[in-house]
């Protein structure tokens, strides 16, 4: 099997801090897993290493069979590896509108035309429209992202990750930061992710893995501690030390 | 607190109509100030010319978020090219410009594929080192350039071979004023494109841009040879209009100068950098001729002001105040 994602002996170290450690990993295509692990396991360094904005210190990345591992971040975005940030890296100056319609605009190469103007293309407003009614953020489309609540940035966050059409999606705490009232948006809105797209959801919240995922990694000290199912996961014994603590067994 | 220049909320209050008035106002003022200030329309023209190279600046800093501190290489560059195109090739002034055009993307280009992989401090040093250079040849080529003489001898013909360039300065001022308005023309065109909108996302996060699978290096290149291409249209203007070119041109006071007065006005809404460079040299006229010496604590003063008190430049003051007074009901 050559489709989808293949992570061979990834290793990262920051100076004398290792936090990636020989990781081997297969996210096929359409595969729905979730990488959990305590604060600090290397999960966000790990989906770094995978979208480029790292460079690892040793192992090798495939996707589809094609090596990825020196292709630059940009690349990477346009080979379908798309990420959401942990913390909200938005166009924070721009209306919600346009930080949809910038990464339809570059996904679709339109932005060297100096000409036109940037909301003139039907299709393109078309589809924008349409993220921002999934999203329930038509009402606020036309508002500077700076000026929004913290949740609702979480969901434009995710609606433009989700504008670049990837095939492989990395949902780095997706929901934190969410009121509980609207988690229920990003919930659904990966639920009805197509099924060619490989989602890799990095998650705390374990309703919300066990409710998307099909397959659960956990990631402990930068290595991969154990792999499995959601119910292998849940009787896995380090696993509810890890998560629930010596007194709680 | 959301963002709107009070430019786009007039124009929402008045619908279609609204788009023509800015063009309407900047049509007005020019009439008014050739008819209100007959006696100093050297002075008008000179900032006509500023203004284009302020509004030249505007895409780079105020769109693209890319700070420099050697705008004037363009500048002098153009200035240069067009004077010496006028003594030696043709001395029609609309060739004149587009040779102070293409010499100013040119040292745009290759100067922008070196600056544009820099940030910050090195990126502000790079490009006064650029500037520095540029001026030491020219100051060093004599032969060619006159040296620190300046370059003289610049006589051009009539505009389109009809408008001759009179004493007053009448032509000069509607020769500005003209280049002015197209190149604001062909600059609202360009910020409200898709290109404009990736320049936007630049300056407010590299980061994101990448991540969305756009490498900005080139479209920063391509902003600063556009930016590049106008200043030197500027530069071509001021020696045609006063038929000199010193190198002065290259100063790094006037780099410096015109960041002030688009910081001043406003970054990234064109309109700013041309209220900026009025109020610069307005106040830089005024009070240079009470008091010659001090008329820098005026403007330094001023600047304080509107960082502290406008970050978004003297532009966005109207709705400051309609803010205040509507906060207080
Ligand atoms: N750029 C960096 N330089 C040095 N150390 C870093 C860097 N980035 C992360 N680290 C360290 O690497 C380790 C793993 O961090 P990482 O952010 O990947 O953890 P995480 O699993 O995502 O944690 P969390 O659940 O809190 O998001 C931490 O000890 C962190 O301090
Ligand atoms: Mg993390």
Excluded at chain 1, 16 to 29: E, K, S
Excluded at chain 1, 214 to 223: K, P, Q, T
Excluded at chain 2, 66 to 85: E, S
Excluded at chain 2, 314 to 322: D, F, H, K, N, Y
Aim: charged share 15%.
């Amino acid at each position: 099997m050559t489709s989808g994602l293949r992570i061979r002996n990834l290793s990262k170290n920051f100076g004398g801090l290792q936090v990636a450690r020989n990781i081997t990993l297969d996210i096929p295509t359409g595969a729905r897993a979730a990488l959990i692990g305590p604060n600090g396991a290397g999960k966000t360094t790990f989906a770094n290493l995978i979208i480029g904005a790292l460079q690892p210190s040793s192992g090798s990345i495939h996707l589809d069979g094609k090596d990825i591992s020196q292709l630059g971040e940009a690349a990477r975005v346009r080979a379908g590896i798309a990420k959401t940030f942990q913390i909200t890296n938005l166009f924070k100056d721009l209306s919600v509108r346009d930080n949809i319609r910038l990464p339809i605009l570059e996904r679709e190469h339109r932005t060297f035309r100096f000409l036109e103007r940037h909301d003139g293309d039907a299709a393109i407003e078309a589809e924008v429209e349409e993220l921002l009614a999934d999203f329930r953020l038509l009402p606020l489309a036309n508002r500077l992202v700076r000026s929004l609540a913290y949740g609702q940035q979480r969901l434009v966050e995710l609606a433009l990750t989700l504008s670049l059409k990837p095939r492989i999606l990395i949902l780095d705490e997706p929901a934190a930061g969410v009121p509980s009232s609207d988690s229920h948006l990003i919930v659904d809105a990966i639920k009805r992710l197509p099924t060619y797209l490989s989602v890799l959801i990095i998650e705390h919240d374990m309703k919300l893995v066990f409710e998307v995922a099909s397959r659960i990694i956990v990631l402990v000290n930068g290595a991969v501690l154990v792999e499995g199912t959601p119910e292998e996961i849940s009787r896995d014994l380090r696993v509810r030390e890890l998560y629930l603590g010596a007194g709680h067994g | 607190m959301i963002r709107i220049s009070t430019i786009d909320i007039v124009r929402t209050s008045l619908g279609g109509t609204g788009k023509l008035l800015p063009v309407a106002i900047l049509i007005t003022c020019a009439f008014a100030a050739f008819w209100l200030f007959p006696y100093d329309l050297g002075f008008l023209t000179q900032m006509l010319i500023m203004m284009v190279f302020v509004v030249s600046f505007d895409l780079i800093l105020g769109y693209a978020g890319v700070a420099t501190l050697g705008h004037a290489a363009m500048y002098g560059c153009g200035a240069y090219a067009a004077g010496l195109f006028a003594i030696h090739a043709s001395p029609d002034p609309l060739l004149g410009l587009a040779v102070g055009a293409v010499i100013g993307a040119l040292i745009a280009f290759f100067s922008g594929l070196l600056l544009m992989r820099a940030h910050g401090l090195s990126l502000l040093m790079l490009s006064i080192a650029i500037t520095m250079v540029l001026q030491e040849i020219a100051s060093k080529a004599r032969d060619v350039t006159g040296g620190a003489d300046g370059l003289t001898g610049i006589s051009m013909t009539p505009i389109l071979g009809v408008f001759e360039f009179d004493f007053i300065g009448k032509t000069a001022f509607w020769y500005a004023f003209s280049v002015l308005f197209i190149i604001l023309v062909v600059l609202r065109v360009l910020v409200a494109s898709p290109f404009g909108l990736a320049l936007r996302g630049i300056k407010d996060s590299p980061s994101r841009m990448r991540a969305i699978g756009t490498p900005v290096y080139w479209r920063k290149v391509t902003a600063y040879v556009i930016g590049g291409t106008i200043a030197g249209i500027a530069g071509a203007l001021s020696a045609q209009i006063t038929s000199l070119v010193s190198v002065e041109a290259f100063n790094f006071a006037l780099s410096a100068d015109v960041m002030v007065m688009l910081i001043l006005g406003g970054a990234g809404r064109l309109y700013g950098a041309l209220i900026g460079t009025l109020v610069f040299m307005t106040v830089r006229h005024v009070a240079a001729s009470i008091d010659p010496f001090n008329w820098l604590f005026v403007i330094g003063f001023m600047l304080l002001a509107v960082v502290f008190f406008l970050p978004d430049g003297l532009i966005s003051l109207p709705r400051r105040v309609a803010g205040m007074i509507g906060a207080r009901k």
